[in-house]
T-cell receptor, first 115, second 115 residues
Framework: DGGITQSPKYLFRKEGQNVTLSCEQNLNHDAMYWYRQDPGQGLRLIYYSQIVNDFQKGDIAEGYSVSREKKESFPLTVTSAQKNPTAFYLC??????????????FGPGTRLTVT | GNSVTQMEGPVTLSEEAFLTINCTYTATGYPSLFWYVQYPGEGLQLLLKATKADDKGSNKGFEATYRKETTSFHLEKGSVQVSDSAVYFCALTSNSGGSNYKLTFGKGTLLTVNP
């Protein structure tokens, strides 16, 4: 079955360490996205990529970095510069950016706890 | 810019009760509208969508009608079940102004259905 996988489901890190969250999709989607979810705040866009080797900042990109070397993969690195990294991180993809259908499909998420 | 305002809740209902979760929006251009559902500890699943005015999206007994005159997309279900307990997100994407890469979410509404 096609879908989006995120690993691991739970991740624990010490403050000051960088950490990379994995996102893989086998839907053959061009566009991929990273969101952060905090209680009571809905979802906020961190980064997105419309095509391989290209990505753009979303609304809250500070302290994060991404790469898009393969169509299937869009890893997110949470750096030590991110002041409040503890959150639930969701990866999503869409068939193609800019054309219908516009809906995005989400992975199961990674819960990151930094202490 | 685009924005989505939805009933914040929490909403608590008894099984078989009628559900309404209000959602209103502001957007440039002609948005597509979505309802996503998030079960505890999981990612978001697309529940239903509508892409133009007066369209009715429906799935699993849930319905929502795209009302351009009132800029609303209220979610309804005639008889809720315990298994409907989840967080519901209203969202939009607009195909105008170069922003159609991005979903704008409401803050989510927690629904709890008691037996």
């Amino acid at each position: 079955d096609g879908g989006i996988t995120q690993s691991p489901k739970y991740l624990f890190r010490k403050e000051g360490q960088n950490v990379t969250l994995s996102c893989e999709q086998n839907l053959n989607h061009d566009a991929m996205y990273w969101y952060r979810q905090d209680p009571g705040q809905g979802l906020r866009l961190i980064y997105y990529s419309q095509i391989v080797n290209d990505f753009q900042k979303g609304d809250i990109a500070e302290g994060y970095s991404v790469s898009r070397e393969k169509k299937e993969s869009f890893p997110l690195t949470v750096t030590s510069a991110q002041k409040n990294p503890t959150a639930f991180y969701l990866c999503a993809s869409r068939v193609r950016a800019g054309v219908s259908p516009y809906e995005q499909y989400f992975g199961p998420g990674t819960r990151l706890t930094v202490t | 810019g685009n924005s989505v305002t939805q009933m914040e809740g929490p909403v608590t209902l008894s099984e078989e009760a009628f559900l309404t979760i209000n959602c209103t929006y502001t957007a440039t251009g002609y948005p597509s509208l979505f309802w996503y559902v998030q079960y505890p500890g999981e990612g978001l699943q697309l529940l239903l969508k509508a892409t133009k005015a007066d369209d009715k999206g429906s799935n699993k007994g849930f319905e929502a009608t795209y009302r351009k005159e009132t800029t609303s997309f209220h979610l309804e279900k005639g008889s809720v079940q315990v298994s409907d307990s989840a967080v519901y997100f209203c969202a939009l994407t607009s195909n105008s102004g170069g922003s159609n890469y991005k979903l704008t979410f409401g803050k989510g509404t927690l629904l709890t259905v008691n037996p």
